[in-house]
């Protein structure tokens, strides 16, 4: 009988030692940790249930695609070339060596550049529909990159949600929407600039060699697509009278 007491008394001292915390024994969880530490209390615990996946997201991204699918069926039915898109195009067909183009000098050089298969595949005696296409399909392609861009520079500082939502804001905003099938600079400088700003958050929390180098590829071609820094280099080297 002694034997007895003695070992459901030393059950019940282990048994108020653990709920206190003692070592090599789980502890009692204080009230509300799970809601302040979810990650902290969900790694000690072994069975505790996989954290539920927040409402709404997969409606933000059906928005999101709902968009995408609308610039594409814009930019496969587009048959003229809106706005500054032909200048652009002729700025390409000048870097090709066409010698009846002309290289407007205060452009930027990224979306010539990036306009070269369009001025290919235009043939001026014999233009087709998929030649129609290859600009508009450009500048949608630019515009989902610019999209995306902007999603990865807003959630580096908000939650999931808000930064699918602010994106979908993005989308669905009437210059965004209007301008996105046509191969313009100023959609692709926005989404380099945001992916820009993102790649700058990330080199400072990481750091090291290659962050540097990807910032700086980012930033160039940040610079590459605007037109003030290069209207600022044209103005000085005489490239808007024609000297260079």
Do not use: K
């Amino acid at each position: 009988r002694g034997r007895g007491r003695r070992g459901r008394r030393g059950r019940r001292r282990s048994g108020r030692l653990s709920e206190h915390g003692a070592p090599g024994t789980s502890a009692r969880r204080a009230p509300g940790a799970d809601v302040l530490y979810p990650a902290a209390m969900a790694a000690r615990s072994p069975r505790s249930s996989p954290t539920p996946r927040p409402r709404g997201h997969g409606a933000l991204r059906g928005v999101l695609a709902v968009v995408a699918t609308w610039w594409l069926v814009r930019a496969l039915t587009i048959q003229v070339r809106y706005y500054d898109s032909y200048d652009y195009l002729n700025d390409a067909r000048a870097l090709l060596g066409d010698h009846a183009a002309s290289f407007f000098g205060v452009h930027s050089p990224l979306i010539p550049i990036l306009g070269i298969p369009s001025a290919l595949a235009w043939d001026p005696e014999n233009p087709s529909r998929w030649a129609w296409m290859v600009p508009h399909l450009t500048g949608f392609l630019l515009a989902v990159a610019a999209l995306w861009a902007c999603h990865q520079f807003l959630a580096r500082f908000l939650r999931p949600r808000w930064a699918l939502l602010g994106t979908a804001v993005i989308g669905l905003s009437p210059v965004v929407a209007h301008y996105a099938p046509h191969l313009l600079t100023d959609i692709p400088a926005m989404g380099l600039t945001a992916y820009a700003l993102a790649r700058y958050d990330r080199h400072v929390v990481e750091g090291g060699a290659t962050s540097a180098l990807g910032l700086g590829a980012v930033v160039g071609l940040a610079v590459a697509a605007t037109q003030g820094v290069v209207r600022a280099v044209a103005r000085s080297t005489g490239w808007h009278r024609g000297e260079v």
